[in-house]
C-alpha cells in the first residue's frame, strides 16, 4: 500500500513538473527568458523560506564556508539557465526527452570525479543511453537545431548539483536547500538579461497567471516528489520518474502542435532503458555487497 502511494505521488510530481515546463515555454515566447527566470526565482525563494522559517529554520548559513551548497546553488543556477532557456527555443518534447538522460550523467560523474566503481555493463548503459541523446538531437544532419545542445549544458549542471547534494550536511534542510537554488535563479536571471540586451515587460493577467501555475506546480511537485521518497521503496517509485517524458510529450502535442518523429521516440526509449538498466544494476551491486560492508 506504501509503495503504491509513493508510485502515486511520483507520478503526479512528475505531471506537476510537465506543467510547469509547459507554463514557462508559454510564458518565455513573450517575455525575456532572463526575466522568467529571476521572476520564478523570486516566487520559489519566497516560498521555500517562508515554509523554511516556519519550521525555525536558518535561511543563511554560512553559503561560502560551506562549499558543497556554495557549488550546488552556483550548478542549480547554471543548470536552470540552460534548462529554461532550451524550454524557449527547443521543443518542450525534446526537451524531456534529453533532459531523461541526467541518472545517466550522475553515474557517469560518480564514476570519473567521485571514484565510484562502475563495471563495464553500467559503462554500456551510459554510451547506449547517449546515443539515444544523439538520435534525438542528431547534429550533423538533416533537421538539426543547435539550440537543442543547451539542454545537454542544463543535463551536466542539474547532474553536477545532484552529485554534490550527496556532500551537504545530513541535518541541513531540503527547504533551505531549495531556498539557495531557487535564490540562485534569481540572481542568475539578470546576467542572462543583460547578455542577450533584454528589456523588462510587465507581465498581463494572462501571464501573471501563468507564472503563478508555474510557481504553484513547481511547489507541489516538489512536496510530492519528496514525500513519495520518504513513503515508498526507491525500487518501486524510480522508473516512474520517467513519466515526465510521456506528460511532456502529451503537453506538447496539445499546446504546442508538436510532432516528435520517430528517432526522438526511439532516442528516448535508449535512454529510458539505459538508465532503468543502471539503476537496476546499482540496486542490485548494493545488495550483493551490503551483506559484507555489515560484517
Known amino acids: 500500500m506504501y509503495n503504491l502511494r509513493g508510485i502515486i505521488l511520483v507520478v503526479l510530481a512528475m505531471l506537476a513538473f510537465a506543467t510547469e515546463d509547459m507554463f514557462v515555454k508559454a510564458l518565455t515566447q513573450n517575455l525575456p527568458t532572463g526575466q522568467v527566470m529571476c521572476l520564478l526565482g523570486v516566487g520559489g525563494a519566497a516560498i521555500f523560506g517562508t515554509i523554511a522559517r516556519a519550521k525555525g529554520h536558518r535561511l543563511l548559513p554560512p553559503l561560502f564556508t560551506n562549499r558543497a551548497l556554495l557549488i550546488r546553488t552556483i550548478a542549480e543556477g547554471v543548470g536552470a539557465c540552460f534548462f ?52 534525438i538531437i542528431r547534429p550533423g544532419m538533416a533537421g538539426f537545431n543547435p539550440a537543442s545542445l543547451i ?13 554534490i547534494s550527496r556532500r551537504l550536511p545530513s541535518d541541513m534542510s531540503s527547504f533551505v536547500v531549495s531556498f539557495h537554488g531557487f535564490a540562485a535563479l534569481a540572481v542568475v536571471g539578470p546576467f542572462l538579461m543583460l547578455a542577450k540586451t533584454d528589456l523588462p515587460a510587465l507581465p498581463n493577467t494572462v501571464q501573471a497567471g501563468q507564472l503563478a501555475a508555474a510557481m504553484v506546480c513547481g511547489v507541489l511537485g516538489y512536496y510530492a516528489i519528496v514525500t513519495a521518497t520518504r513513503t515508498g521503496d526507491a525500487a518501486a517509485i524510480t522508473p516512474f520518474r520517467y513519466t515526465r517524458l510521456i506528460f511532456s510529450i502529451i503537453l506538447g502535442m496539445m499546446m504546442f502542435s508538436e510532432q516528435p518523429d520517430l528517432m526522438t521516440y526511439v532516442g528516448s526509449a535508449l535512454i529510458i532503458g539505459s538508465g532503468l538498466y543502471t539503476y537496476l544494476r546499482e540496486r542490485r551491486l548494493a545488495a550483493r555487497y551490503a551483506p559484507k560492508i555489515a560484517t
Open 84 to 135: 529554461i532557456t532550451s524550454l524557449s527555443l527547443v521543443p518542450m518534447s525534446t526537451v524531456a526527452a534529453v533532459f531523461q538522460a541526467t541518472p545517466l550523467a550522475i553515474t557517469l560523474g560518480a564514476a570519473l570525479f567521485l571514484g565510484e566503481q562502475v563495471g563495464w555493463r553500467r559503462w554500456s548503459a551510459i554510451l547506449v543511453g547517449f546515443c539515444g541523446v544523439l538520435l
Open 151 to 163: 539542454v545537454l549544458g542544463a543535463v551536466a549542471g542539474i547532474a553536477t548539483r545532484d552529485l
